[in-house]
Every structure is written in structure tokens, then in C-alpha cells.
């Protein structure tokens, strides 16, 4: 029996069960047929007493493409096999009635309960569907017009009920949350900076009802160019044509051929190459809002499953046909995105309901230890050293901002809470809020169980990896300290060139064109933005100063800022003497 029908590895134990059941040298033939337990949900919403599970698709602010996630979400999780309805709760703006246009819109009766429609077989309630014009109203009478919506629904047995939630963190929101006992919450955003606030915004407000964020899903996170609409096929074509018959490949010395039978023969051998050139062509990903939160999103808070879906005029136009962008492409790359955001859904919905996820983490005052599982225990300094926080940790560059020596041994928590299922809140002693990743706190006692067995055993394999790390740490060290790493690097204003070990030179423009930072040159792919073209000869440095013993950092009298690593000017040092050496060579055969 599964936890739900959408099980993500169902079919795997199926097959296993066939197989076990199989391999027994008495069997014949064997059908495996799987049962999932009843949907039942404790509630006091008259209606949805055999609701299994409400998700929230929540955002906190409007047109981030919440209502899209929520529609495409319903529909990958009954492609798993779930029954799954959703409620369409934003009653200012109801996006539903737009999105999904229902099989039919007679209005049906249960006893006194009114039948949500349907399309494919999800159930659909909107405010839309039942009130053509606006809703003006305020707030206490819009929960209350909900609560009606949801008690007068006759919703059935659900797997899952989508909760396709109103933007915003306000009284409604909240409203809705407390009262309909919300299994579990998905946030959708944008994956500009300004969009990691309203995440966190979300995040909190459904931790203060308890309510585990168990996915972000980043909308319009890139701009997907695909390969048939790179190039214009007719004009591709033509060029393909042109080409060849300007570079003679089509005037064969076969005069017997008919000029139908040799434009057949073009014809199909434009249509190869063109063929050639669109199997090798890559769909090209445009990052427009910037590289996104997930890495944050994971360190700070713990959420694992991020999802990015891209900028697509096929999902914007599936969203204003009333067709559901899933439904219409079910093999596509985009709605495989879809469905394994449902499967985790359904993943951490299972843990939520049938798993104790939360480590039990107390302080024990008499021993001044923090104590994980009543088996192990780490001083209170380490937790307090670990924090991840902006504040701890630098967040583009991950550069230690606390330093360990700031914090005192005796510092203690004041008070310790949950953050739903995957973070632990912590205020200390000397003023300072932490959250901590449960996963975070496993890894740090996983490191200490190495250190004392590294104590423990001097001579084991990872004890000898410590002390290779440890002698590479002291040569390092003995380096920067005795010996001279950083080469002189000095601007000639008279001879304008750029002058290293006052040995050897090279011109500044040579240089700057050399830059590798991301304006100049394609992170992703190394594909060179900057032009050498672009870059006058009279280029000059206007500062230049050391970075640490690695790199020197150059502002440029165009306006560039670059950092060039001492190991690449010595490369470009080397590139040029073989350059000269090659020149020389050449000219003495030529001679």
C-alpha cells in the first residue's frame, strides 16, 4: 500500500515486487497490483473532510507567473496518477476561469453542495467561474466569502488540493492559512534580487503558521532562444544555395542531366545541409534577470528543491488559450520540469505526514552543550560560529565575515524554534538570530566525529590527508611570507607600455584586451564578448593596485575595472616570447 498514487518510484516497486515474486522457482505469471492509502485530512471545513493534502502555491507580489506553476503543478501530479482539484482563493484577480476553460459549466448539486467543474478530469473552483464582474469588497468579507467558497464545495476524495493563493502576506493570506490546515507550501518568484526578499517574506509568513516551504520554483529565469527559431529557414536556404553555386559545387561535368534533374539534385543537397546545420545547433539559454537564488536558497534556508523555468511564449499563450501548457505539450522539456516539481512535492508531503523530519535539538543549561537526538552534543561557541547568516557570511564570495575569536564560550540560546521542517531558528546571548539547515547541523556533527577520529587514529588514510593539507597550508604560508610572489607590474606613461620585473613589457591595450571577467567574456560558454577591435591602442591605466598575492586589479581609462591573476600576465608574457620566436624563425626562412 503507497503513502499516495502519485508515488514517484511506484512503477520501481512494481517492478520490484514482479520480479521477487518471479525469481521464486514456484510461481508462474505474477500481476502486482498496488493500493494507496484513503485521502483523509483532520479539518474543520465542512467539504474537505477527504482531502489528503492542501499545497499553497503562494508568491508575494503579482505577475511572477504564481497561477501558471499552480494550473501546470495540478496537472503533473494527476499525470502520477493523483486525483488533484484546485481553488482559485485570489478573489480580486481570479486567474483561473482565463487559464483552464472547464469541460463543461453546468452548475451540479450534492445534496446541498455545489459540484467544482472539470477539465481532464481535475476539479476547478474560482470565484470567476460563478461572478462575471469585479469583486469589491474588503478584507474580513472576502475570508468569509472563501471559507463559504471552500464549506460549499463539494471537492470529494482528493489526493491533493492546489490552494492557488492571493499575492501579498496579509490578513487574507494568513486567514486562509490558519484555517485550512495547509499541508505544505510552494513559493514561486523571479530570480531578481528584489525577488529573494519576498521569498524570505513567504517563508516566514508560513512558518509563523507552521506550514513547510518544501519548493521555490523560479519563474522566467531564462529566456530559451530554440533551435527553429535561430535562424529563418527559407533564407538559411538561400544563402546555403548561393554559396555553393558561387564556390562552383553545383556545376558538375555530368551535361546529360536535365536542369530539372540538377535543380532536384541542389534542392536535396540544400535540405541535407540545412538539416546538418540544425542538428548541430544549441538552444541558446539568455539568463535576462540575472543567475537566480538557488545556492542561497539552499545554504540559508535549506530548501533543496528549486525549480527555474524559462521565458516561453508558448507557456504565456497556453495560459490566455484556457488550455493548460502541460496538457497540450506533455513530452516537452518544460512540463518535465513540471512533473518532477510535483514529484517532490509529493516526496516531502510523504515526510511531512509520515515522517518525523525534525532532529530534537535542546539546550541542557547544567552542561552548557547543546544536545541533538538525546545521543550527540556540540558546544553551544561551535553552533554560534556556524551561522550562515548575511551577516556571518559574505554572500558573494562566501568569505568569512565572523571571526571565531568574536565569540565567547559562554554564549548561550535564549530561545530555540522550528522552522518548519528543515531549519532550526536560534536568538542568541549576544543579540545575533540564526537559522540553521537541519542538514547543516548533521554535516557539522559529521565533522566532528572525523576530528575525533583523526585524534583517535594519527595514522589512518584521513589523517594523512589532513597533514598533506596541513604541509600544503605551511609551504603556502613560508611562501608569501620569504619570498617575493607578486611580480612589479609598473605603467611607463613615456613609452606607454606596461612594465613587468623591469625585465620585459607589453603594450597596455594587449593587456586590457586580455580582461576575463564576465563583461568580456562569456561565463558559460568562454565565447569572447570583447572585441579586440573595441580597444583604442591609447588605453591606459589610470590605478592599479595588488589583490592579496594572486592578482593585480587594473581601472582602465575607458571606464573597465579588470583583475587580471598573476599566473595570466606571466601566460601572456610566454604567448608573446613564442610569438617572437616564431616571427624570428619565419624570417630567417624567408631569408
Not at 208 to 214: D, E, K, L, Q, R
Amino acid at each position: 500500500e503507497l503513502t499516495t498514487p502519485a508515488c514517484p518510484v511506484k512503477d520501481q516497486f512494481q517492478m520490484d515486487c514482479q520480479k521477487l515474486v518471479e525469481d521464486l522457482p514456484w510461481t508462474g505469471p505474477v500481476t502486482v497490483q498496488m493500493t494507496a492509502q484513503p485521502s483523509v485530512m483532520e479539518t474543520s471545513t465542512f467539504g474537505m473532510a477527504q482531502v489528503g493534502a492542501v499545497i499553497a502555491v503562494s508568491s508575494c507580489k503579482g505577475g511572477v507567473g504564481k497561477s501558471t506553476t499552480a494550473v501546470n503543478l495540478a496537472y503533473a501530479l494527476q499525470s502520477m496518477g493523483a486525483s488533484v482539484g484546485i481553488f482559485d482563493a485570489d478573489v480580486y484577480g481570479p486567474s483561473l476561469p482565463t487559464m483552464i476553460t472547464p469541460d463543461d459549466d453546468i452548475v451540479r448539486f450534492v445534496g446541498r453542495q455545489v459540484a467544482p467543474l472539470q477539465r481532464n478530469g481535475v476539479k476547478l473552483m474560482s470565484f470567476g467561474y460563478v461572478n462575471d464582474g469585479s469583486a469589491i469588497m474588503r478584507g474580513p468579507m472576502v475570508t468569509q466569502l472563501l471559507d463559504q467558497f471552500l464549506s460549499v464545495t463539494h471537492w470529494g476524495a482528493l489526493d491533493y488540493l492546489i490552494l492557488d493563493m492571493p499575492p501579498g502576506t496579509g490578513d487574507i493570506q494568513l486567514t486562509l492559512t490558519q484555517r485550512l490546515n495547509i499541508t505544505a507550501a510552494v513559493i514561486v518568484t523571479t530570480p531578481q534580487e528584489l525577488s529573494f526578499a519576498d521569498v524570505v517574506r513567504g517563508v516566514e509568513m508560513f512558518d509563523s503558521v507552521n506550514v513547510p516551504c518544501v519548493a521555490v520554483v523560479e519563474n522566467m529565469a531564462y529566456y530559451q532562444v530554440e533551435k527553429e527559431n535561430q535562424f529563418d529557414i527559407g533564407q538559411l536556404k538561400e544563402a546555403i544555395g548561393d554559396t555553393l553555386e558561387a564556390k562552383g559545387m553545383l556545376n558538375g561535368d555530368d551535361d546529360d542531366k536535365t536542369s530539372k534533374q540538377k535543380k532536384k539534385e541542389k534542392d536535396a543537397l540544400v535540405d541535407e545541409l540545412v538539416q546538418v546545420v540544425m542538428q548541430n545547433a544549441k538552444e541558446e539559454k539568455i539568463q535576462i534577470f540575472g543567475p537566480g537564488h538557488k545556492r542561497r536558497l539552499s545554504e540559508q534556508w535549506g530548501i533543496d528543491h528549486t525549480f527555474s523555468m524559462p521565458l516561453m511564449n508558448q507557456i504565456a499563450s497556453n495560459g490566455d488559450s484556457g488550455t493548460p501548457y502541460i496538457l497540450e505539450h506533455p513530452d516537452s522539456d518544460q512540463a518535465s520540469i513540471y512533473k518532477s516539481l510535483a514529484a517532490s512535492v509529493v516526496t516531502e508531503v510523504a515526510k511531512t505526514k509520515y515522517q518525523q523530519q525534525r532532529p530534537s535539538i535542546i539546550y541542557d543549561e547544567e552542561l552548557h552543550i547543546m544536545v541533538i537526538d538525546e545521543e550527540e552534543a556540540m558546544t553551544t561557541a561551535d553552533l554560534r560560529r556556524a551561522c550562515r547568516c548575511a551577516a556571518c557570511v559574505e554572500e558573494m564570495t562566501g568569505r568569512q565575515i565572523l571571526q571565531p575569536a568574536d565569540i565567547p564560550e559562554s554564549v548561550k540560546p535564549l530561545k530555540m524554534a522550528p522552522t518548519g521542517n528543515y531549519a532550526l531558528s536560534v536568538d542568541w546571548s549576544d543579540g545575533h538570530r540564526s537559522l540553521y539547515p537541519y542538514r547543516q547541523i548533521r554535516s557539522l556533527l559529521e565533522e566532528q566525529k572525523q576530528e575525533a577520529y583523526i585524534l583517535e587514529h594519527p595514522d589512518s588514510e584521513q589523517a594523512s590527508i589532513y597533514k598533506s593539507l596541513a604541509a600544503s597550508v605551511v609551504t603556502e604560508v613560508a611562501k608569501t611570507k620569504y619570498q617575493q610572489q607578486r611580480p612589479s607590474i609598473i605603467y611607463d606613461e613615456e613609452l606607454h607600455i606596461m612594465v613587468i620585473d623591469e625585465e620585459e613589457a607589453m603594450t597596455t591595450a594587449d593587456l586590457r584586451r586580455a580582461c576575463r571577467c564576465a563583461a568580456c567574456v562569456e561565463e558559460m560558454t568562454g565565447r569572447q564578448i570583447l572585441q579586440p577591435a573595441d580597444i583604442p591602442e591609447s588605453v591606459k591605466p589610470l590605478k592599479m593596485a595588488p589583490t592579496g598575492n594572486y592578482a593585480l586589479s587594473v581601472d582602465w581609462s575607458d571606464g573597465h575595472r579588470s583583475l587580471y591573476p598573476y599566473r595570466q600576465i606571466r601566460s601572456l608574457l610566454e604567448e608573446q616570447k613564442q610569438e617572437a620566436e616564431a616571427a624570428v624563425e619565419e624570417a630567417k626562412e624567408v631569408a
